[in-house]
């Protein structure tokens, strides 16, 4: 069984620096690209970044030169580090797997980020 | 890189179907078979319900489907339950490595 789990949020101030980070099991973890996507409180689902099972990574606009996502093929884990937060980056923040099709079939449960003064 | 358009909300009653659109551009849904729907409970995690298009992976019941056509597409709900009621989200490849999510779709079941 596919297992996620996100940690690492919490309270921050605005221009403060926070690291996420989801440790995978259940499945092979080497070959499967990993996506963060959040969910800014009462709002819809935004895509922030995805890494390939090769280390290509990839970001929204909205996060680009702020946040970093890598990976660590031995510990089966991905972070997400995130520089520069605004107010706006505050939501629940997901890791999910890349499946078929630009698909994302398996969910972590998220883990709180607040950027408030 | 906006997001797609989906109506706020849709119902129906026990039984009946629903169909949910998702509309974008020729950029993203109608440019690519990469559209995915996604259930999402109140303080819960998503989970992916359709892919590319109109694939279902397994477990998800045949009641749910999707289609597309030109640069919008749906998810159709059939036979309604009260565990349907939920958030739905699509989502599409959009060029360049980018992943666009529509801004969800409150499906109420009367």
């Known amino acids: 069984e596919v297992q996620l789990v996100e940690s690492g949020g919490g309270l921050v101030k605005p221009g403060e620096s926070l690291r996420l980070s989801c440790a995978a099991s259940g499945f092979t973890f080497s070959t499967c690209g990993m996506t963060w996507v959040r969910q800014a409180p009462g709002k819809g689902l935004e895509w922030v970044s995805t890494i390939s099972y090769t280390s290509d990574t990839h970001y929204a606009e909205s996060v680009q030169g702020r946040f970093i996502i890598s990976r660590d093929n031995a510990k089966n884990s991905v972070d997400l580090q995130m520089n520069s937060l605004r107010a706006e980056d505050t939501a629940v923040y997901y890791c999910?797997?890349?499946?078929?099709?630009?698909?994302?079939?398996?969910w972590g449960q998220g883990t709180l980020v607040t950027v408030s003064s | 890189q906006s997001a797609l358009t989906q109506p706020p909300s849709a119902s129906g009653s026990p039984g009946q179907s629903v169909t949910i659109s998702c509309t974008g551009t020729s950029s993203d849904i109608g440019g690519y078979s990469h559209v995915s729907w996604y259930q999402q409970h109140p303080g819960k995690a998503p989970k992916l319900m359709i892919y590319?298009?109109?694939k279902r992976p397994s477990g998800v019941p045949d009641r749910f489907s999707g289609s597309k056509s030109g640069n919008t597409a749906s998810l159709t709900v059939s036979g309604l339950q009260a565990e349907d009621e939920a958030d739905y989200y699509c989502s599409s490849y959009a060029a360049s490595n980018k992943l666009v999510f529509g801004g969800g779709t409150k499906l109420t079941v009367l």
């Open positions: 999910a797997t890349d499946g078929i099709g630009w698909s994302r079939d398996s």
């Open positions: 590319e298009v109109s």
